[in-house]
């Protein structure tokens, strides 16, 4: 599971860094692909398949690939040589795109987030609420679990059957004993 917190933390600090590019930094950056950040190994490994049912996560994943696709293209012009204007505002484009995907992944995240907690709330509640009331009527959480008409003749029948066995049993060794002290 990923930490949606580290991973909120993680794209202001991709966004900062881009930024940074954009004034001039003298190191060469590489930005792993949508496939190989964090974010998207949890993505593909597990997040689309586990939250399938929350809308969000479709919506992080298509923020996610908008994302890397301007960054890539930020990253591709600090990298490369930087001859043209023209290529210049075209690169200030892509980063306010990153900068704007950036903050729907991290809105993403939060309603995400958001409703994975829901979801664990509410099965809790509701397993509290359910211990509360096979607590306060045992007889009813019984019949939930068993069944209504099931449990009266079991019931019945068990009790009987419990006193056959054992009234056969006394009679078995009553039996057994006579023998013995026959012998």
């Given at each position: ?36 950040c964090?974010?998207?190994?949890w ?16 919506l ?100 009987l ?23």
């Amino acid at each position: 599971m990923i930490d949606i917190t580290i991973a909120r933390i993680t794209h202001v600090e991709w966004v900062h860094q881009l930024e940074m590019i954009l004034q001039n930094s003298t190191t060469t950056v590489e930005l792993p692909s949508y496939h190989d950040c964090e974010l998207g190994i949890w993505l593909y490994g597990e997040g689309l398949r586990v939250y399938k049912e929350i809308p969000e996560i479709e919506l992080l994943e298509k923020s996610h690939k908008v994302f890397h696709i301007a960054a890539d293209s930020v990253v591709a012009w600090h990298n490369g040589p930087k001859f043209s204007s023209q290529k210049a505002a075209q690169v200030q484009l892509d980063f306010n795109d990153a900068l704007e995907m950036s903050k729907e992944i991290v809105y993403h995240l939060t309603m995400l987030e958001f409703k994975i907690l829901q979801k664990y709330q509410e099965s809790q509640e509701s397993s509290v609420s359910g211990l509360k009331n096979m607590i306060s009527n045992p007889w009813q959480a019984l019949k939930s679990v068993i069944g209504e008409k099931t449990v009266r003749l079991n019931v019945a029948k068990v009790s009987l059957d419990l006193l056959k066995r054992d009234i056969e049993k006394n009679h078995v060794r009553d039996f057994y004993s006579a023998e013995d002290a026959k012998r």
